[in-house]
Structure formats: C-alpha cells, structure tokens
C-alpha cells in the first residue's frame, strides 16, 4: 500500500516558481521504486499528464506544455518527489496530482496507468 501527500501548492504571479512535493509512504518498497508522475486538473477540464520520472530516474518525461520550465527530482532517503514548476503561466492554475505505479507503462500519460494518487495540492497563477 502506498501513501502519496502533496504539498507546496498557492498563489503565484505570472512567471514565478513553486515547489510541489509529493510524500511517498510505503509499506514495503519505498518511493525508489515506484514509477513517480505528476497530472493536473484545471477547472472544468479533465486530469492530464504533466510528466513522469521513472523509478531508477533514468527516464522523465514531461508534456509539451511545461517542458523546459518544469523538472520532477526525487530524494529517495526523505521518499519524496518533487516538481519544480517556473515561469508560471495563468493557464498553470489547477490541482496538482502526484501518482505512482510499482511499472512503467508504455502509456505514461494515462491516468489509468497510475495505482496510487495523492489528494492534490491547488496552483493558482495570476495575471
């Protein structure tokens, strides 16, 4: 079974940064063995992939929209996840999901790929 608490979610301008971590507790492996993603949902939108890091971290992927201003590290030894997310734009407003899966699924992006969510950390970035 596995626990996932997301953090570090607020009000930001245009063009700033955030932190989003995601506490991974595990009874068994740890968060180093888990596929680890990262989803949001804007309102009255559906969830979609923000990106994903595989579990030895030799593979992240991010979608188009956010790459090169967001990366997702982990620090094993605290079982957390992280997505640095800067230069905010308005249409980053959402709640922010983290999600993780003992594989690594050749449809990453799904959502159904994932066992295990957080409850979400809300983003509102202003203009």
């Known amino acids: 079974q596995v626990q996932l608490v997301e953090s570090g979610g607020g009000l930001v301008q245009a063009g700033g940064s955030l932190r989003l971590s995601c506490a991974c507790a595990a009874s068994g492996p740890t968060s180093s063995s888990y596929t680890m993603a990262w989803f949001r949902q804007a309102p009255g939108k559906e969830r979609e992939f923000v990106g994903v890091e595989s579990w030895s971290g030799g593979s992240t992927v991010y979608a188009d929209s956010v790459k090169g201003r967001f990366t997702i590290s982990r620090d094993n030894a605290k079982n957390t996840v992280y997505l640095q997310m800067n230069n905010l734009k308005p249409e980053a407003t959402a709640v922010y999901y983290c999600?993780?899966?003992?594989?690594?699924?050749?449809?990453?992006?799904?959502?159904?790929?994932?066992?295990?969510w957080g409850q979400g950390t809300r983003v509102t970035v202003s203009s």
């Open positions: 999600a993780a899966d003992r594989l690594w699924s050749p449809r990453f992006w799904s959502e159904h790929e994932y066992d295990y």
